[in-house]
């Protein structure tokens, strides 16, 4: 029942995905290696895939643009030499990237584009896209936490 919902490393096992950013890059390079275990089944499969056949026939590609943008969180988090968040980012880390429906009523009740810039057609995806507010709510915990708020 949950095979639809799978997290991206299930969908794109048994490959494991590996990021490399280098200091003051944008962009990242992609790595894969396989990890053959015996409990594996799709071994004895007699079909072959290339990485970009299978991560297209999974659907992991929206999944990793989300791991990359929390992936900027944990790197802000390491380059500012922070060793635990207090309670109080913690719980507004959880509620933007864990919470979407609770953040929504936060966005909206605080009417929080008065205070960080949203694009008039971006704050309409807000209230009904959890996509888009998952990726404002990534945008804004990095400037709650740490000050780079870049906006959307």
């Given at each position: 029942?949950?095979?639809?919902?799978?997290?991206?490393?299930?969908?794109?096992?048994?490959?494991?995905?590996?990021?490399?950013?280098?200091?003051?890059?944008?962009?990242?390079?992609?790595?894969?290696?396989?990890?053959?275990?015996?409990?594996?089944?799709?071994?004895?499969?007699?079909?072959?895939?290339?990485?970009?056949?299978?991560?297209?026939?999974?659907?992991?590609?929206?999944?990793?643009?989300?791991?990359?943008?929390?992936?900027?969180?944990?790197?802000?988090?390491?380059?500012?030499?922070?060793?635990?968040?207090?309670?109080?980012?913690?719980?507004?880390?959880?509620?933007?990237?864990?919470?979407?429906?609770?953040?929504?009523?936060?966005?909206?009740?605080?009417?929080?584009?008065?205070?960080?810039?949203?694009?008039?057609?971006?704050?309409?995806?807000?209230?009904?896209?959890?996509?888009?507010?998952?990726?404002?709510?990534?945008?804004?915990?990095?400037?709650?936490?740490?000050?780079?708020f870049r906006g959307i």
């Amino acid at each position: 029942m949950v095979y639809l919902d799978r997290p991206g490393s299930c969908r794109i096992y048994p490959l494991a995905r590996i990021i490399q950013r280098r200091p003051n890059q944008c962009t990242s390079e992609e790595f894969h290696v396989v990890i053959r275990e015996s409990h594996c089944l799709g071994f004895g499969e007699f079909e072959t895939w290339t990485v970009k056949q299978w991560k297209q026939n999974q659907g992991v590609e929206p999944y990793n643009e989300m791991n990359d943008l929390l992936m900027d969180i944990i790197s802000l988090k390491n380059r500012s030499g922070i060793r635990r968040l207090a309670h109080r980012e913690n719980q507004l880390f959880y509620l933007a990237c864990y919470d979407l429906d609770s953040f929504r009523d936060f966005v909206f009740g605080k009417r929080l584009w008065e205070t960080y810039p949203v694009e008039e057609n971006v704050l309409k995806f807000l209230e009904d896209d959890d996509i888009a507010l998952m990726q404002f709510g990534i945008e804004w915990i990095k400037h709650q936490l740490f000050g780079n708020f870049r906006g959307i």
